[in-house]
């Protein structure tokens, strides 16, 4: 049986992801289910999704709800783009890519990292997001979020996102995925340098993830 430890970690609400520590679990039953699709289950729920006011990384928060009587195991890298429209049109929708429990932390073992959701409980969850309206204010802290169907404008950039992400678990871009987002928009690398500060190696991976070629 593979063996099963819970990582804990510190995402800043811009970048960095630092390791704080580890610890073994005991395993448990779970049934295997990828994010975003777990909204499609009529007993789970994505609710309370809100804002902690920062544009890019671990920004989001939210709590999952299931009914279906076993243990969810959700991976922690999405398979989809959670698109989030912001209830106050004024400030800016984001895209999730990424799901922790609420203090950072998350499971893994042989078969990658991901967290569990017990049935008939309530599970306060973090999400890694990014801005994506370059034109509104930036979220504040309290802002409410819902589940909405990705623009798609921004389909190609965040499918290569998500597929960069996948391969490069470990390393932290959280700064390019956010230009890249914002260039998928239209929008110029010197009018985002102006509100959102980025260096030469960010722009290479950002305009590598709005083409693909990587």
Partial sequence: MN???????????????????VSIASALSFSAIDFPSVLAVEDIRLVDIRSTGGSSGAVLRGTISQNTGSV??????????LYLENLDES???????????????YYYDDEGSFIEVESGSLTDVLLVGYCANFERDNP???DSFVVTEMPGELQTVTDNLLRYQAMHRNEDFVVAAQ?????????????IQQVFPFTEDDEA?????VSGGF
Wanted: aromatic share 4%; hydrophobic share 50%; glycine share 6%.
């Fill in 3 to 21: 063996e099963r430890r819970r990582l804990c970690l510190c995402l800043l609400l811009t970048a960095s992801i630092l390791i704080l520590g």
């Fill in 72 to 81: 969810l195991r959700v991976p922690v890298s999405f398979a989809d783009a």
């Fill in 91 to 105: 400030r800016q929708n984001m895209l999730a890519t990424m799901i922790l429990y609420d203090d950072g932390s």
């Fill in 140 to 142: 504040e802290p309290g």
């Fill in 179 to 191: 230009v890249a987002v914002w260039l998928a928009q239209g929008k110029q690398l010197e009018d």
């Fill in 205 to 209: 991976l950002a305009l590598l993830l």
